[in-house]
């Protein structure tokens, strides 16, 4: 069966780094993409970035260029998601979604969300 | 404030039938055919209801359909029944500079 299996919640005071990971299981790991969406608390989705599971490129979304990496660990199937200088904005639920596509495709798996709070 | 326009909240009695709506502009909803739908239960993460804008993955009910004209995309559920009450998004491809846009979300309430 197919799964992508996220890390547990964060609390990071402001200007902080938070790194959340996404572990696949079920699939070939590098035929796939995963991207990272965010919803704010009682808010819409909002997506943040993609990365090539199998070769590593990635594109991020202009509001987050300087403050999002991601990256991809193909030993352990494992997508990375690092968002440095935290405010209290970036509190949310993060998502690790997959496509077949590049950026065409639908998000046809997603994780469980890792909670992130910024916080004084 | 999002890139597609999507209705607050809609609602409908059981065995009716709902349209939601989503309305972007000939960068993204009207030039692709690259919209998908989102199924989300308050507390979990959202589900793949609708992609290319008529599609339906295996496992979800034929009460679910997509269609599109011009820069506004809609998902229809008819036959509603209680397991649908959830906040509905759309999403679209907008081009490799700006690449997926999400909407606002629609809550449902069966009434």
């Known amino acids: 069966q197919v799964h992508l299996v996220q890390s547990g919640a964060e609390v990071k005071k402001p200007g902080a780094s938070v790194k959340v990971s996404c572990k696949a299981s079920?699939?070939?790991?590098?035929?796939?993409?995963i991207h990272w969406v965010r919803q704010a608390p009682g808010q819409g989705l909002e997506w943040m970035g993609i990365?090539?599971?199998?070769?590593?490129?990635?594109s991020y979304a202009q509001k987050f260029q300087g403050r999002v990496t991601m990256t991809r660990d193909t030993s352990t199937s494992t997508v990375y998601m690092e968002l440095s200088s935290l405010r209290s904005e970036d509190t949310a639920v993060y998502y690790c979604a997959r496509t077949y596509g590049w950026l065409i495709d639908a998000f046809d798996i997603w994780g469980q969300g890792t909670m992130v709070t910024v916080s004084s | 404030q999002s890139a597609l326009t999507q209705p607050r909240s809609v609602s409908g009695s059981p065995g009716q039938s709902v349209t939601i709506s989503c309305t972007g502009t000939?960068?993204?909803?009207?030039?692709?055919?690259?919209v998908s739908w989102y199924q989300q239960h308050p507390g979990k993460a959202p589900k793949l209801m609708i992609y290319?804008?008529?599609k339906r993955p295996s496992g979800v009910p034929d009460r679910f359909s997509g269609s599109k004209s011009g820069n506004t995309a809609s998902l229809t559920i008819s036959g509603l029944q209680a397991e649908d009450e959830a906040d509905y998004y759309c999403?679209?491809?907008?081009?490799?500079?700006?690449?997926?846009?999400f909407g606002g979300g629609t809550k449902l309430t069966v009434l």
């Open positions: 999403c679209s491809y907008a081009g490799s500079y700006i690449s997926v846009v």
């Open positions: 990365i090539n599971s199998g070769g590593g490129s990635t």
């Open positions: 000939s960068s993204d909803v009207g030039g692709y055919n690259y």
């Open positions: 290319d804008v008529s």
């Open positions: 079920g699939y070939t790991f590098t035929s796939y993409y």
